[in-house]
């Protein structure tokens, strides 16, 4: 049976984890790194990179103990390589060279967004071709995927991703880091929905227009003119519950409205919708993109909570998923020399291949 080991540390999670082919998680860690970024409001590259590399090594050993291993028994090791913030990608990709030349162990590169990609075919056994929604802090994409390392894109966003839209109103909010779950939880505060919608009539930027792409930057302006509008008595909880319900409502029609046109265009036989990344974690952006897929006949899926954000599992699978592939014709010593990628476009994959 096939076992891999992942390494994940593109932001501010450290994360290891064990994967086999039977689609078993023999062990996933997580690190999080939120204590110490929130007197920041936002996360420092240089305190994440410092983090990762204090914590990297104990968590490599917890989870070969926890899965009753040792680096003799993988089958070869994975980490994320890039796309993220470079001084954290060089530090686990380092560490997971390191384990595999020492062990003679293959050593997989793998691409963080493909492993967000590809983490409903561990969890919910998707088959391909899959129409995908990848949102999370620094990206949002809707994608066909038609295999391991074969992504077509379908639309992205012209300036700010999602997640960044939702952090960047919840800061405005003063809601504080981490933002979307602080803005999801406000929100469902919101006592009279409807009038929350005829108060704050948020912008719908570009949906008046023939295009899968999205735009985020206006309607983060919008949120933070209408707080700047807001008189001081008026400054409370509850008028920001009814804010923070307003723009979580645009943003999962916007993304319901995307995939609604993807769904309608594409001329691939596809049976399945799937939202990954870590604003896959919202329920009411689940619940959107449930009923869009429902309505185009298709099956919803979204990964588990725990597998929506930044973490191991998702790698050690991709890494898999090309190993299974490629490890036939494909000759994995070269791949000790593979450099870090801040930008790494799935679209640059190929399929089988690293």
């Given at each position: ?11 501010d ?6 994967v086999?082919?039977?689609k ?8 999080s790194q939120?204590?110490?970024h ?9 305190i994440?990179?410092?983090?990762h590399g ?8 917890q989870a070969?103990q926890?899965?009753n ?10 980490a994320t ?8 990608v060089?530090?686990g990709m380092?560490a997971?060279?390191?384990l ?13 967004l493909e ?7 561990l969890?919910n056994d ?5 129409l ?17 390392g074969?992504?077509q ?5 012209i300036?700010d ?5 939702f952090?960047?109103s919840?800061?405005s909010m003063g809601?504080?880091?981490p ?9 469902s ?9 005829k108060?704050?009539?948020l912008?719908s930027?570009?949906?008046d ?8 930057s206006?309607?983060?302006t919008?949120?933070?003119r209408?707080i700047?509008?807001?008189d001081?008595?008026d ?10 319900y307003?723009?979580q409502?645009r ?6 409205d995307?995939c ?8 691939v036989s596809?049976?399945h ?6 604003v896959?974690a ?6 959107a993109?449930?009923q869009?897929?429902n309505?185009?006949g298709?099956?919803f899926?979204a990964?588990p909570m725990s597998?929506c954000?930044?973490?191991?599992a ?10 299974r592939?490629?490890?036939k014709?494909?000759d994995?010593?070269?791949t000790?020399?593979?450099k870090?990628?801040?930008r ?5 994959l190929k399929?089988?291949?690293?």
């Amino acid at each position: 049976m096939m076992k891999i080991l992942g390494i994940e540390t593109s932001c501010d999670e450290t994360a290891v984890a064990i994967v086999d082919d039977n689609k078993q998680l023999l062990s996933n860690l997580v690190y999080s790194q939120i204590e110490h970024h929130i007197p920041h409001g936002g996360v420092v590259p240089e305190i994440a990179a410092r983090a990762h590399g204090e914590h990297l090594d104990g968590l490599i050993k917890q989870a070969l103990q926890e899965a009753n291993l040792t680096v003799s028994d993988l089958d070869a090791i994975a980490a994320t390589c890039g796309p993220g913030l470079i001084g954290g990608v060089m530090i686990g990709m380092v560490a997971g060279k390191a384990l595999a030349w020492s062990a003679d162990k293959p050593f997989v590169p793998v691409n963080h967004l493909e492993g967000h990609a590809l983490t409903p075919r561990l969890t919910n056994d998707v088959p391909f071709p899959y129409l995908l929604l990848l949102v999370s802090g620094g990206h949002t994409q809707i994608l066909l995927v038609k295999g391991v390392g074969d992504y077509q894109k379908l639309g992205t966003t012209i300036d700010d991703a999602v997640g960044e839209c939702f952090d960047k109103s919840a800061k405005s909010m003063g809601l504080g880091y981490p933002g979307g779950p602080a803005l999801e939880a406000l929100a469902s505060e919101c006592k009279n929905p409807e009038q929350a919608l005829k108060t704050y009539d948020l912008p719908s930027p570009l949906t008046d227009k023939k295009t899968y792409d999205f735009s985020f930057s206006g309607l983060k302006t919008s949120v933070l003119r209408h707080i700047e509008k807001i008189d001081d008595q008026d400054f409370t909880r509850e008028t920001l519950s009814n804010l923070a319900y307003a723009l979580q409502y645009r943003i999962a029609e916007i993304l319901a409205d995307r995939c609604k046109r993807a769904i309608e265009a594409i001329d691939v036989s596809v049976s399945h919708l799937v939202v990954s990344g870590g604003v896959a974690a919202n329920k009411t952006i689940r619940a959107a993109l449930e009923q869009t897929a429902n309505e185009g006949g298709l099956s919803f899926v979204a990964p588990p909570m725990s597998l929506c954000t930044d973490n191991a599992a998702m790698i050690a699978w991709a890494g898999l998923e090309h190993f299974r592939l490629a490890k036939k014709d494909t000759d994995f010593n070269n791949t000790l020399s593979f450099k870090a990628r801040p930008r790494w476009p799935l679209d640059e994959l190929k399929r089988g291949t690293l």
